[in-house]
Structure formats: C-alpha cells, structure tokens
C-alpha cells in the first residue's frame, strides 16, 4: 500500500473486552454518533452476533439482509453490506445470529483472521468518505474479535468500574500481543474508558484508581458515568446523545470523542 492510500483509510478502531456488559456497544454506538456530530463519517462495524449494535441504531431484524456474516465469508461486496443508520453520518454493517457460526465455518480458510481487514479495503470503501470505522467486538476473544484486531489500527477497551475488571485486561492483552505478531505489526491500545462509573461508590473509585495506576495514560481522562438515558436509549432505538441530548451519558461521550480526536490529530475535521 502506498503512503497516499495509508492517509486516505480511515481509522479503523476495535472496541473490545472478552467481558460481556461492560459498555462495548454502549461506547460503539454513541462514539460513533458523537463523531458524526462533529462532521464525520462513521461505519460502525456490528461483529456481535447477538447484533445489538444494529439494534440499538434502528436495525430491525428484516432490514439485516446482508450482513457481517455474509461479508466475512465473502459472499457480499463491502457496497452491499453498508447500510445508513438515521443518525446523519453513521453507517452500518449489521449483524445477525448467523455470526456465531462463522468461527467454525472459517476454520480450514487460510485467510480467516484477515477477511474483515481485506474486505474494509476494497476499492468501495472510499465512497463513503469515512473517517473512522468502529468494530463492536462480541464478548470473546475468538476468531470475530482477532479479525477485528487485524482490521484496526487501535484497540479502545471500555472497562467496567467494579471489582475484578482488570483481571480480565491481562489476557486481553496477551491477545494485543499475539495479534501483533503473527499479523497487525501496528495494532496499538487506543485506551481504556472507564464505564458505568458511579462516583458514589468506593470501590469505584478503587478500580479507577486501580486502573490509573496500573495502566497510567492508556486510561482516559474522561469517564463515562452509570447514566440511566444511556440504558434507555437502545429501546428507542437512538444513541443517547439524541435521545437526551443534555443528559450526563450524552456529555460524556462528547467529551470521550473530543479526547479520541485529540489523540487523533492527523484526520482533519470533514466538512
Ligand atoms: P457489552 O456490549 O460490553 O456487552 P453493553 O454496551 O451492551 O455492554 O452494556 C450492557 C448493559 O449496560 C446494557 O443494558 C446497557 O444499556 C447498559 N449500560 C451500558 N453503559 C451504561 C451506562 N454508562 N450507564 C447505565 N447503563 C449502561
Ligand atoms: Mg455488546
């Protein structure tokens, strides 16, 4: 790949914890619509079979002809899997139950671990004109997850703030590691965002204290609060920030996105 195509691919980040509720969707979709908000073009990437991702963006269950799945095993182009979400900016790959067969159906191809990485490649993707791609991960460290490591340039990991939320960033880790060097020479930790924060709560505080410590500056300024708009949002199916614009999990995901950007300075501001 030449330096001038580098510059053009957009940044392709992998929001992922091997845990399961911890904020990854959450974080995908209202990172993605505070990056849209602030005029970029963002494809947010649905790897979770369990889809609620798509969900959470208005995807309903009929609209998701194609599908993660069928652009992994090669049976749909890139232009084919895209959809728009009706969050101005943001556009998706939806997902679908059929994911979570993908793991043995992939097994004997070579290339298994680089299908998403090749198929955020193709020619097409340029139409878009997109400048960042989120991957919401599904709660494993499987064959999904490393594909979504080879495809990204970074790795944002959400962590809940509660007892034993770091034992689980050690292996995940060791996965980083492992990927960088058998396939993604580059992968680098974006950060980690503290999630579900109760500021009231001591051992909240602990397991931030904990992290900065232990992870120093991989862990975000910003902390995104225990919000109860942020839960209710998916049911209306909006990202918080539209659905209560003011709310505190609305501003927090702002100022997360205003912090990703900072650490991002070579993608100018779009239109
Ligand atoms: P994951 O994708 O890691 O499994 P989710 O993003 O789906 O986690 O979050 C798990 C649950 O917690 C969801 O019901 C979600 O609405 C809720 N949730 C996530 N973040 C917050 C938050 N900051 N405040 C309140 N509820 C949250
Ligand atoms: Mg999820």
Same mark, same amino acid.
Do not use: W
């Given at each position: 790949?030449?330096?001038?195509?580098?510059?053009?691919?957009?940044? @392709? @980040?992998?929001? #992922?914890?091997?845990? &399961? &509720?911890?904020?990854?969707? !959450?974080? +995908?979709?209202?990172?993605?619509?505070? =990056?849209?908000?602030? /005029?970029?073009?963002?494809?947010?990437?649905?790897?979770?079979?369990?889809?609620?991702?798509?969900? /959470?963006?208005?995807?309903?269950?009929?609209?998701?002809?194609? !599908?993660?799945?069928?652009?992994?095993?090669?049976?749909?182009?890139? *232009?084919? #899997?895209?959809?728009?979400?009706? %969050?101005?900016?943001?556009?998706?790959?939806?997902?679908? !139950?059929?994911?979570?067969?993908?793991?043995?159906?992939? @097994?004997?191809?070579?290339?298994?671990?680089?299908?998403?990485?090749?198929?955020?490649?193709?020619?097409?993707? *340029?139409?878009?004109?997109?400048?960042?791609? =989120?991957?919401?991960?599904?709660?494993?460290?499987?064959?999904?997850?490393?594909?979504?490591?080879?495809? +990204?340039?970074?790795?944002?990991?959400?962590?809940?703030? *509660?007892?034993?939320?770091?034992?689980? %960033?050690?292996?995940?880790?060791?996965?980083?590691?492992?990927?960088?060097?058998?396939?993604? #020479?580059?992968?680098?930790?974006?950060?980690?965002?503290?999630?579900?924060?109760?500021?009231?709560?001591?051992?909240?505080?602990?397991?931030?204290?904990?992290?900065? !410590?232990?992870?120093?500056?991989?862990?975000?300024?910003?902390?995104?609060?225990?919000? %109860?708009?942020?839960?209710?949002?998916?049911?209306?199916?909006?990202? %918080?920030?539209?659905?209560?614009?003011?709310?505190?999990?609305?501003? +927090?995901?702002?100022?997360? #996105?205003?912090? =990703?950007?900072?650490?991002?300075? *070579? @993608?100018?501001?779009? &239109?």
């Amino acid at each position: 790949m030449s330096d001038l195509n580098t510059l053009a691919t957009p940044k @392709i @980040i992998a929001i #992922a914890n091997q845990k &399961g &509720g911890v904020g990854k969707t !959450t974080t +995908a979709i209202n990172l993605s619509a505070a =990056l849209a908000e602030e /005029g970029y073009n963002v494809l947010l990437v649905d790897l979770d079979p369990q889809g609620n991702a798509s969900t /959470g963006l208005g995807i309903e269950r009929g609209s998701r002809v194609v !599908t993660a799945y069928d652009l992994l095993l090669e049976e749909a182009t890139l *232009e084919e #899997a895209v959809q728009p979400t009706e %969050v101005d900016g943001v556009f998706i790959i939806p997902a679908t !139950t059929d994911l979570s067969s993908a793991d043995i159906e992939l @097994i004997s191809n070579e290339k298994r671990s680089f299908l998403l990485h090749d198929a955020l490649r193709q020619p097409a993707i *340029e139409k878009y004109a997109l400048d960042y791609i =989120l991957i919401d991960c599904p709660p494993s460290l499987n064959l999904l997850t490393v594909n979504a490591m080879v495809a +990204a340039h970074s790795v944002l990991v959400p962590l809940q703030s *509660e007892f034993y939320a770091l034992e689980g %960033v050690s292996q995940l880790m060791l996965t980083i590691r492992e990927v960088r060097q058998t396939a993604n #020479a580059n992968l680098r930790i974006e950060g980690i965002i503290l999630t579900m924060y109760d500021g009231r709560n001591n051992l909240a505080q602990q397991v931030e204290a904990d992290a900065r !410590t232990n992870l120093g500056d991989l862990v975000f300024d910003t902390v995104i609060p225990r919000n %109860v708009r942020i839960s209710e949002a998916p049911s209306y199916a909006l990202p %918080v920030i539209e659905y209560d614009t003011t709310s505190r999990g609305s501003k +927090a995901y702002r100022a997360l #996105a205003q912090e =990703l950007m900072k650490r991002q300075p *070579e @993608i100018a501001k779009a &239109g």
